[in-house]
Each structure stands twice: as C-alpha cells, then as structure tokens.
C-alpha cells in the first residue's frame, strides 16, 4: 500500500477511537457495523469477480447442445398486471387514517405525555401522516387481495387450458 493509504487508516481509526470515547457502547457497535459493512462488501466484491472469471463465456460453444424451448401460449394480461384506478374506498381509507391517526397521536400526547400545544399539534400531524399511509396502505392490500380472489374465482370457474396447469 502507498504511504497515503496508511496516512487515511490512521485518520479513520483516530476518529473511530474519538467516537468510541465520546459515544460509549454506541461507538463501539458503530465501529462494528461499519467495519462488517466494509469486510462483506470487499468480499462480495471479490466473490463476484472470482465468480465472473471463472465463467465459461464461449455460448457459441453450447449454441446447438439444448432444445430449442417450446413456445409459450399467448394469454392476455390479468387483472393484476393492468393498470387501474385505486378507487374511492382507498382515498376514503387514507383520509380516515389520517384523521384517526391525527386524532390518536394529538390525544396521546396531550394526556399521557403533557405535551404543550405546539408539541400536540406537530405530534398529532405526524401521527396524521403515519395513519393516512397505514390506511392507504391496508386498503391497497384489500383491493389487491379482493381482485386476486375475483380472478382467482373467474378462472376455477371457466376452467384453465391444458397449456396453463
């Protein structure tokens, strides 16, 4: 290695033995993640180039060994893969959400915390926030369950091609 390289390590352990000094426990834990963070991703820097190497890149080579793969029966897009309005039940959730999650946090804070009015008023916008996406995000996942299950139906129903099971 050059002479700057170690010059940088010795930059980034004393400010890594200032932190551990300052921040306690925490420091230490930091140190950790930080030098497995750099430990796997040197390895799997090392792993994939190895790998890569060692890869037979001559396809011409193998060209005429496989079949050809039988052709795959043309179907028509479900209802999951197009796309489509959310609808309304999912706004209606959000803003649900939001307003109960508003009110929840707002109530939580003043009563169980005591939190002054500013504090309540931006406790209980954040908490508007969190419901609102919680709320979105349940009646996505309810829209998305009920049309699986209607096509689910639909195609036990009429019955599915040979080509399909």
Do not use: Q
Not at 54 to 74: E, K
Not at 76 to 103: K, M, W
């Amino acid at each position: 290695m050059r002479p700057v390289t170690y010059s940088w390590l010795v930059v980034v352990l004393g400010v890594a033995c200032a932190a551990i000094g300052w921040l306690g426990i925490a420091g230490w834990i930091a140190v950790a993640v930080a030098l497995a963070s750099v430990g796997m991703h040197v390895a799997g820097n090392a792993l994939g180039t190895r790998l890569r190497e060692a890869t037979d890149r001559d396809l011409a080579r193998l060209a005429g060994t496989f079949p050809p793969a039988p052709p795959l029966p043309r179907v028509s897009p479900t209802l999951l893969e197009r796309r489509s309005d959310l609808g309304r039940l999912t706004i209606v959730s959000g803003i649900l959400g939001a307003v109960c999650g508003g009110v929840i946090g707002a109530v939580a804070l003043r009563l169980l915390v005591s939190a002054s009015v500013a504090g309540t008023l931006l406790g209980g916008l954040s908490s508007a926030v969190v419901g609102g996406f919680v709320g979105f995000l349940a009646a996505s996942f309810v829209a998305i369950v009920r049309s699986g299950l209607k096509e689910a139906i639909a195609a036990e129903r009429h019955g599915l091609p040979d080509s399909a099971n």
